[in-house]
């Protein structure tokens, strides 16, 4: 079983930076690709960043890219998403996420959720 709680969400201004952690449980941390997903209010869940478990690999959504950078410290189990140069459209409820098969082939662990407000 593989437990995750994120931290790190909080209101910012437009132009402000925030860090999420995302705090994992279980002793295969290092062998799962890590995900952030994030949903705003009345639109679908989207893809946000994914690192592979060596962390040698990363990928983002083009709206986030070169804002957004996603780590992680496979001796901590954590993974972390900080974020830069926040706008409003940032604001959404963000979750991290595990998968044992890689990025692209569905993720099976999901956290409960941070809140991130972008005010303008």
């Known amino acids: 079983q593989v437990q995750m709680v994120e931290s790190g969400g909080g209101l910012v201004q437009a132009g402000g930076s925030l860090r999420l952690s995302c705090a994992v449980s279980?002793?295969?941390?290092?062998?799962?690709?890590m995900g952030w997903f994030r949903q705003a209010p009345g639109k679908e869940r989207e893809f946000v960043a994914a690192?592979?478990?060596?962390?040698?690999?990363?990928y983002y959504a083009s709206s986030v890219k070169g804002r957004f950078t996603i780590t992680r410290d496979n001796a901590k189990n954590t993974v972390y998403l900080q974020m830069n140069s926040l706008k409003p459209e940032d604001t959404a409820v963000y979750y991290c996420?595990?998968?044992?098969?890689?990025?692209?082939?569905?993720?099976?662990?999901w956290g409960q959720g941070t809140q991130v407000t972008v005010s303008s």
């Open positions: 996420a595990a998968s044992p098969r890689g990025h692209g082939y569905g993720y099976d662990y």
């Open positions: 279980g002793r295969t941390f290092s062998m799962y690709t």
């Open positions: 690192i592979s478990w060596s962390g040698a690999s990363t």
